[in-house]
């Protein structure tokens, strides 16, 4: 018994196991994190979690090479396919044959590499500030991606996250910092975006026609102020993307989730509650 947090349930997928947080009940909608260290399932969306719980199995796991799912040791990342694999992987282990995805930054990367693959499997997707369109790696990801363990380069790390730099609370700062120090964390950290780190965020993007072969219903969302990911990232993402709708968002940075987590919730439930209107 354990009363950490971040702690969920460990699924076999891949042939690691991956931990998982699993509340509610009904049609499952997945929650994908995003790429900064020591991030996890649970310290992106432990806000959302709860509240979407009380109308959707809401699943929310920490993808390989990020919190307390286990990257094994010489464990060699394929983009996009070990995240699209582990999380339909997640999906087979609990029985669940479709799912809507709401991903985050490289998480929404994930979701339209999901719907490529197995639109079958994939319902309604919600991209927050996400990868998935060709850019430059800008000074702000640089850092998050090379990220060395100690208090005040997480403070720095999170500074570039948020627009109100009030979020950013000495609380914040120790956890996110204590998560990067678990045994094998950073190294794992690091075998995911080993520099040159161009070449990472390349890949994340699909070809335009693959985009455009998208048929799934999308809702993006991005914080007007992201310092991370350009907005113009999702403009023309929505461009591409047949069912898409784009909401900007002004005061706000990277974690929309977060600095505006009522008005994301409201956006996302809306949206969900679409399909089971029609």
């Given at each position: 018994?354990?009363?950490?947090?971040?702690?969920?349930?460990?699924?076999p997928t891949c042939g690691?196991?991956?931990?998982?947080?699993d509340q509610g009940e009904g049609d499952a909608v997945?929650?994908?994190?995003?790429?900064?260290?020591?991030?996890?399932?649970?310290?992106?969306?432990?806000?959302?979690?709860?509240?979407?719980?009380?109308?959707?199995?809401?699943?929310?796991?920490d993808l390989v090479g990020f919190g307390y799912t286990e990257t094994p040791d010489g464990f060699t990342f394929r983009f996009m396919d070990s995240w699209v694999d582990q999380v339909f992987g997640v999906m087979?282990?609990?029985?669940?044959?479709?799912?809507?995805?709401?991903?985050?930054?490289?998480?929404?990367a994930?979701?339209?590499?999901?719907?490529?693959?197995q639109p079958e499997r994939t319902?309604?997707?919600?991209?927050?500030?996400?990868?998935?369109?060709?850019?430059?790696?800008?000074?702000?990801?640089?850092?998050?991606?090379?990220?060395?363990?100690?208090?005040?380069?997480?403070?720095?790390?999170?500074?570039?996250?948020?627009?109100?730099?009030?979020?950013?609370?000495d609380e914040l700062v120790e956890m996110r910092y204590r998560a990067t120090l678990r045994e094998g964390a950073q190294e794992a950290f690091e075998s995911v975006f080993p520099p040159p780190y161009q070449r990472w965020l390349d890949a994340q993007a699909l070809p335009i026609a693959a985009l455009q072969g998208?048929?799934?219903?999308?809702?993006?969302?991005?914080?007007?102020?992201?310092?991370?990911?350009?907005?113009?990232?999702?403009?023309?993402?929505?461009?591409h993307l047949i069912n898409s709708q784009f909401h900007s968002i002004s005061r706000c940075g990277h974690w929309t989730m977060i600095e505006h987590g009522r008005r994301f919730r409201q956006l996302v439930e809306n949206f969900l509650e679409e399909e089971r209107a029609a």
């Amino acid at each position: 018994m354990t009363d950490n947090p971040e702690l969920g349930t460990m699924l076999p997928t891949c042939g690691y196991r991956t931990n998982c947080h699993d509340q509610g009940e009904g049609d499952a909608v997945i929650l994908l994190h995003g790429s900064g260290a020591g991030v996890s399932g649970w310290a992106n969306w432990r806000g959302l979690i709860p509240e979407l719980a009380k109308s959707w199995r809401v699943l929310a796991p920490d993808l390989v090479g990020f919190g307390y799912t286990e990257t094994p040791d010489g464990f060699t990342f394929r983009f996009m396919d070990s995240w699209v694999d582990q999380v339909f992987g997640v999906m087979d282990a609990l029985g669940i044959a479709r799912a809507h995805i709401v991903g985050n930054s490289f998480g929404g990367a994930v979701a339209l590499w999901m719907a490529h693959r197995q639109p079958e499997r994939t319902g309604r997707l919600v991209l927050m500030g996400p990868g998935g369109w060709p850019l430059a790696v800008g000074a702000e990801l640089a850092s998050l991606w090379g990220y060395k363990p100690s208090p005040e380069a997480m403070r720095q790390a999170m500074s570039v996250m948020a627009y109100n730099q009030g979020l950013i609370t000495d609380e914040l700062v120790e956890m996110r910092y204590r998560a990067t120090l678990r045994e094998g964390a950073q190294e794992a950290f690091e075998s995911v975006f080993p520099p040159p780190y161009q070449r990472w965020l390349d890949a994340q993007a699909l070809p335009i026609a693959a985009l455009q072969g998208i048929h799934n219903e999308v809702l993006l969302i991005h914080g007007r102020d992201d310092r991370v990911v350009d907005p113009k990232v999702s403009w023309n993402l929505h461009q591409h993307l047949i069912n898409s709708q784009f909401h900007s968002i002004s005061r706000c940075g990277h974690w929309t989730m977060i600095e505006h987590g009522r008005r994301f919730r409201q956006l996302v439930e809306n949206f969900l509650e679409e399909e089971r209107a029609a």
